[in-house]
């Protein structure tokens, strides 16, 4: 008898397990859920099906395995983006073209209104989606805004005067602008698909001595060529930008990004900046924003980087972040200060598997788009090049209207 009633408890027990387990499951959502129904095995995003990208993408600030994240707050005075009419994108199939993409958004702003807003992946103007390198363009920018403050002296001081931990290393002779062009000639591997790669091993580099982690690691690296020389993508840089950036003005990067830009040009959402595991943002990456935000950041930089009539950089800081310092081997196209350019006057911000601020000053346009691409850099499944296609589309729609 005691054993029957003990198993009838247990059952009643379980039932309740149950029960508590459905509510759990509900209220998680659909991200969430999404995820733990099929949970990644390791923390390199790199390395992750689609439809574990798909979930995470949306909420890397909440999965505690990839990283801790830090508060980037938006003000209460939000900048407008008027709705505009419809933009005709002519015989361009923009539906086909979000599915096809895997485009998770689409915000396009011209001359100050939204022609076109689209969501796609089951994501939405209310969510943050990560911008991989897209960060780079913002932490490139605080950079100005450092030198604007006087934190900053010149862009021609090496970095080592910054950096203390980069003293007797090959960056003693790469100078602030060399590494914001990344032409520091520093040996660096960006292979996405390499697990060997220095982008796949940085990231598991531990602090050293009391210093930031990403300078433990790039201090080590030998010289490939002469600084100033030659060009080559390296996130380890840009990170290294972020140390400079932390040391310099004595501030974490989500605080004087939120100081100097998302507070004062009025972004309407709270965003977030994922740390290394000293503590650290990720400079080089994974600002998690809303869409509309990220078509904000292309909107300052339309603007040359005035917030309500002021500068936040100094005079001409964007005519040459945003032109061609650097040749990257892409025709009629180059490298800034952390912005992908075109020699017809556009220039954009670019993240792995599908991330974009795309900024036209000729027609006072901007795209911000997100996605989740089958690949890191898209050649594969073509989308890279569809998204040039985009691009191009939009601008021949917006000169179909002046005609």
């Known amino acids: 008898m005691a054993k029957n009633k003990w ?10 397990i149950v029960s508590v387990a459905a ?26 099906s689609t439809s574990q990208r798909d979930a995470a993408f949306r909420m890397l600030d909440e999965v ?55 969501y796609n992946l089951g994501f939405g103007p209310g969510g943050r989606w990560t911008s991989f390198s897209v960060a780079k363009s913002f932490t490139s920018t605080l950079v100005g805004a450092a030198i604007k403050d006087g934190y900053i002296e010149s862009i021609d001081d090496p970095v080592s005067k910054y950096v203390e931990g980069l003293r007797g290393s090959a960056y ?68 290294l930008i972020g140390a400079l950036l932390i040391e310099a003005t004595g501030k974490p990067l989500s605080d ?31 600002i998690q924003a809303a869409t509309r935000d990220f078509a904000r950041m292309g909107l300052l930089a339309l603007d040359r980087g005035v917030i309500d009539g002021q500068p936040v950089t100094p005079d ?5 972040a945003s032109t061609k310092q650097a040749e990257t081997g892409e025709p009629a196209a180059g490298y800034g200060y952390q912005w992908w350019t075109l020699d017809d006057g556009a220039f954009q911000a670019r993240g792995i598997f599908g991330q974009g601020i795309f900024v036209d000053p000729a027609r006072k346009l901007v795209i911000a788009s997100n996605g989740n691409w089958t690949t890191a850099l898209g050649r594969a499944g073509g989308e890279r090049d569809a998204r040039t296609d985009f691009y191009a589309a939009v601008r021949a729609a917006i000169d179909a209207e002046g005609r």
């Not at 980037?72 to 539906?95: K, S, T, Y």
């Not at 001409?316 to 040459?320: N, P, R």
């Open 7 to 16: 198993i009838k408890s247990a059952g009643l027990g379980a039932a309740a």
């Open 23 to 48: 509510v759990f499951w509900a209220a998680i959502g659909p991200d969430w859920r999404a995820l733990l129904s099929d949970p990644p095995t390791n923390k390199d995003v790199l390395f992750w």
């Open 64 to 118: 505690p395995f990839v990283s801790s994240a830090r508060r980037i707050e938006a003000g209460g005075n939000v900048r407008a983006l008027p709705i505009g009419e419809p933009l005709d994108m002519l015989d361009f199939d923009l539906d086909a073209y979000m599915e096809a993409g895997r485009v998770s958004s689409i915000v396009i702003v011209h001359d100050g209104k939204v022609r076109i807003e689209r």
């Open 172 to 239: 003693d002779e790469v100078t602030v602008e060399q590494l914001l062009t990344m032409t520091s000639g520093v040996k660096w591997n960006e292979d996405y698909e390499d697990p060997a790669s220095d982008v796949a091993l940085f990231g598991q580099q531990a602090p050293e001595d009391g210093e930031s982690s990403i300078v433990s690691y790039m201090k080590k690296l030998p010289r490939a060529h002469p600084a100033g020389e030659v060009w080559n993508y390296s996130t380890g840089e840009t990170n």
């Open 256 to 286: 004087y990004l939120e100081e100097k830009i998302w507070r004062p040009f009025g972004m309407e959402a709270d965003a977030t900046w994922l740390l290394a595991p000293d503590g650290d943002e990720i400079s080089g990456c994974c």
């Open 316 to 320: 001409g800081w964007f005519a040459k």
